[in-house]
Each structure stands twice: as structure tokens, then as C-alpha cells.
């Protein structure tokens, strides 16, 4: 699987933006998908997760209410619409794709992902 992340750009703050992430192969719809972010000097921390089947979702307390993540699988994309953004959320943001197999409990684990995009900035003026 391979991803590719775009949408990023600058917004001030309490601002929208909306991120896609194209993924090329037919088992998409098998694959977990998450986002995660890191801004400078940070570690990558976990955002957002989906299931395969879009039922579930997982959010980051820190962007709970404020982001939601949705994918169409018939057009093999992740999105992340964020809203009332807030500097502190300035950061590259990448999606990833978990194998099929692992439990919905290793959704948040980022080092439980196989594949991830280039990753796109986001960037929240104040």
C-alpha cells in the first residue's frame, strides 16, 4: 500500500482544514487507517484511527470534538476534517495503514502501522 497525504497549508487559528490521504491498491478497504502528527521536536503522537469498515473511530483527547476522520473506500481515501484549529496543532501530519489481523486495541500504537505517507504540514497561526 502506498499513501499519499496532501491538504495541508497555513490557517489561523479556529480555522478549518480538510486532509486527504490517497492510498493505490485494491485491499485498502482492509486496512486500519490513522493519522498522526509531529510537530518540531516532538515526538509522532497519535491523532485519529478508523476501522476498516468506518463503524469505529478514536480520537486524541486533544482533538476530540474538533477533528473528525471518515474514508470512502470506494475511492480508496482517508480524510481529516479538523476544525477550531489551534496553534498547538501545528505539525506534519501523516496517515498510516495498519495490516489486517491486529486488534482495534493497537490502533493508537504507531508503531503497530506498516505503511505511511510523506506526511503533509499543517501549520496554525495565532
Known amino acids: 500500500v502506498q499513501l499519499q497525504a496532501f491538504g495541508g497549508g497555513l490557517v489561523q487559528a479556529g480555522g478549518s482544514l480538510r486532509l486527504s490521504c490517497a492510498a493505490s491498491g485494491r485491499t485498502f478497504r482492509l486496512y486500519h487507517m490513522g493519522w498522526f502528527r509531529q510537530a518540531p521536536g516532538k515526538k509522532r503522537e497519535f491523532v485519529t484511527a478508523?476501522?476498516?469498515?468506518?463503524?469505529?473511530?478514536y480520537y486524541a483527547d486533544s482533538v476530540k470534538g474538533r477533528f473528525t476522520i471518515s474514508r470512502d473506500n470506494g475511492k480508496n481515501t482517508v480524510y481529516l476534517q479538523m476544525n477550531s484549529l489551534e496553534p498547538e496543532d501545528t505539525a506534519v501530519y501523516y496517515c498510516?495503514?495498519?495490516?489486517?489481523?491486529?486488534?482495534?486495541?493497537?490502533?493508537?500504537?504507531?508503531?503497530?502501522?506498516?505503511?505511511w505517507g510523506q506526511g503533509t504540514q499543517v501549520t496554525v497561526s495565532s
Open positions: 478508523i476501522t476498516w469498515s468506518g463503524v469505529t473511530t
Open positions: 498510516a495503514a495498519q495490516s489486517p489481523g491486529r486488534g482495534i486495541a493497537t490502533m493508537k500504537i504507531k508503531d503497530e502501522y506498516d505503511y
